[in-house]
């Protein structure tokens, strides 16, 4: 076997594994594999000082066995998208950020959140999402979105990726070229964004295209058909016609391309892993995700070691890449490239005071009719809290690891009579044990993405029209609040996560007013 071939290949992808220490997955992608880059999720991170030693490891490695430095990569997007779960989640997520005020906090919270990352030893976060979340049933997008208009999402992103790379970590723009307006999720499906080409030019398109502008220096292509781009039936992410059309001539972006990844079913279900990679270098990205499963991760690098080896890719091809990968490492992370991360471990405190005054900022008040008064609501058998429970809707969601954040509000009204209902099993759950409103003089309901359950808003809407005052507390997608506007409280907080818990009953109490801003506009 040509090893300078295989560690060729191996820069090419980036692979994940199981365990919080390097066991024989790891060990086997490094050493047998000589995989390039790594990307590490919840499944990967018990603390600070763990996580800190196993980047030390990668890092060590790596360098050791391909020769390069690493690419160490992660999904902390802030809010509903956070592998430093737990505790360690203490981030506001994009349209917390966008709700809070204007982009010089993307950009104050990004440096924050960056200089944490850096600390740990990523030199990558996958962050931010560009998509213009412009479809109210979009269940995958939703509050990771800055927003529904294009000039605000742009000048988020923008903001964001510079306070990134002023924290010392390499942003990455996503998903090209818009994942914010389709009804269906790529991590279980091949979504379609059925626009016209001039209307994805006049939306989609625009914050990708003020971010190549803006020389911001990597991008990820989503796992979506877009017939309007290209006649070819293949996703934007393994399509010439996308990424070497589109994104680098047209758009003139010439920096790295990366993939989502591919295991995900919105290319699972229709290619094998290495014939994925194959489409996708072909088409022009320079970095490949295979995410979880050492034997996945076989097949691309053999895939590609062989198309190497027979000369169906050509080397001068990947040697593309791998100058794109190092001048993005020179001009964005000083001395990495030659001397590998200095990872000096977190030393801070959680929460940042910053990121908690912003969570608090971005709640936002939709209606107040005689149900919280201003020294807040009391605590009281005669007040009811129903937290309508959302299942997880995609894969890899780990905001909530290691209990509810909304836990904190059950903690906070220790009168109160308090009940958790599943979203997806409202009726059965209600129907072994029915609601007991005797008595009751508030119904204070917490939601979770329940608008994507008929059952659970209709359910939710039989007890508006009861006499006893309703108010709601939406704390997800603010889309659903349209479905309790006869409500006589209606209350904004964009994200299930510990920093909105806070901040929810900072209002309740009466302790904050809630004076965000909604970024999308909600029907009716």
């Given at each position: 076997m040509d090893k300078d071939l295989l560690k060729k290949a191996?820069?090419?992808?980036?692979?994940?594994?199981?365990?919080?220490?390097?066991?024989?997955?790891?060990?086997?992608?490094?050493?047998?594999?000589?995989?390039?880059?790594?990307?590490?999720?919840?499944?990967?991170?018990?603390?600070?000082?763990?996580?800190?030693?196993?980047?030390?490891?990668?890092?060590?490695?790596t360098r050791s066995h391909n020769g390069s430095t690493p690419f160490i990569t992660i999904d902390q997007e802030g809010g509903i998208v956070s592998r430093l779960h737990g505790d360690l989640n203490t981030y506001p997520g994009a349209m917390t950020l966008a709700a809070a005020g204007g982009p010089e906090l993307s950009e104050t919270a990004s440096r924050?959140?960056?200089?944490?990352?850096?600390?740990?030893?990523?030199?990558?976060?996958?962050?931010?999402?560009?998509?213009?979340?412009?479809?109210?049933?979009?269940?995958?997008?939703?509050?990771?979105?800055?927003?529904?208009?294009?000039?605000?999402?742009?000048?988020?992103?923008?903001?964001?990726?510079?306070?990134?790379l002023r924290g010392g970590v390499l942003?990455?723009?996503?998903h090209f070229p818009g994942h914010g307006d389709t009804s269906e999720d790529s991590h279980r499906s091949l979504p379609a964004l059925p626009h016209s080409a001039e209307i994805l030019k006049e939306r989609e398109l625009i914050p990708f295209n003020h971010a190549i502008l803006a020389g911001m220096p990597a991008i990820m292509v989503a796992h979506l058909l877009v017939p309007a781009l290209s006649s070819r039936e293949l996703p934007a992410s393994l399509n010439g016609d996308i990424i070497?059309?589109?994104?680098?001539?047209?758009?003139?972006?010439?920096?790295?391309?990366?993939?989502?990844?591919?295991?995900?079913?919105?290319i699972s279900l229709f290619y094998d892993t290495g014939d994925a990679v194959l489409k996708a270098i072909d088409a022009g990205a320079d970095l490949c995700f295979i995410s979880h499963t050492l034997e996945e991760?076989?097949?691309?690098?053999?895939?590609?070691?062989?198309?190497?080896?027979?000369?169906?890719?050509?080397?001068?091809?990947?040697?593309?890449?791998?100058?794109?990968?190092?001048?993005a490492m020179k001009k964005n992370l000083p001395g990495q490239w030659e001397n590998g991360i200095q990872?000096?471990?977190?030393?801070?405190?959680?929460?940042?005071?910053?990121?908690?005054?912003?969570?608090?900022?971005s709640m936002t008040l939709l209606k107040n009719v005689n149900f919280l008064p201003s020294s807040g609501l009391i605590d009281t058998q005669k007040l009811l809290i129903l937290y309508f429970i959302r299942p997880e809707q995609f894969i890899g969601e780990n905001t909530v690891s290691g209990g509810d954040p909304l836990d904190a509000v059950e903690k906070a009204f220790p009168q109160s009579r308090f009940r958790r209902i599943p979203s997806d099993r409202a009726e059965e759950d209600l129907r072994?044990?029915?609601?007991?409103?005797?008595?009751?003089?508030?119904?204070?309901?917490?939601?979770?993405?329940?608008?994507?359950?008929?059952?659970?808003?209709?359910?939710?809407?039989?007890?508006?029209?009861?006499?006893?005052?309703?108010?709601?507390a939406v704390m997800r997608t603010p889309y659903e609040?349209?479905?309790?506007?006869?409500?006589d409280f209606l209350l904004l907080g964009y994200e299930n996560t510990r920093l909105a818990a806070d901040s929810l009953i900072a209002v309740l109490k009466g302790e904050i007013a809630a004076e965000g801003s909604c970024p999308v506009s909600i029907p009716g």
């Open positions: 191996g820069r090419m992808l980036v692979c994940g594994f199981d365990g919080l220490e390097p066991g024989e997955h790891a060990r086997t992608a490094v050493m047998d594999l000589l995989i390039g880059h790594w990307i590490l999720f919840a499944r990967n991170i018990k603390n600070h000082e763990q996580v800190a030693e196993l980047n030390k490891w990668l890092n060590r490695e924050i959140s960056a200089e944490h990352l850096k600390s740990l030893g990523f030199n990558v976060n996958l962050a931010p999402v560009a998509d213009i979340n412009s479809n109210p049933l979009n269940p995958i997008v939703g509050p990771r979105s800055f927003g529904d208009h294009s000039s605000a999402v742009s000048e988020h992103v923008i903001s964001s990726c510079r306070g990134y942003p990455v723009v996503k070497n059309g589109l994104l680098r001539n047209e758009l003139g972006f010439d920096g790295l391309v990366m993939t989502d990844c591919l295991e995900m079913d919105g991760q076989e097949k691309g690098i053999r895939a590609l070691y062989d198309g190497l080896k027979s000369g169906q890719v050509s080397e001068s091809r990947i040697d593309e890449s791998l100058m794109r990968q190092q001048n990872i000096s471990g977190w030393s801070g405190s959680l929460p940042d005071p910053i990121m908690a005054d912003i969570s608090r900022k072994k044990k029915p609601l007991d409103l005797k008595g009751m003089e508030k119904i204070l309901i917490m939601t979770c993405d329940t608008g994507f359950y008929p059952e659970s808003v209709s359910l939710i809407q039989n007890l508006i029209e009861n006499p006893i005052p309703a108010g709601f609040a349209a479905h309790f506007n006869k409500a």
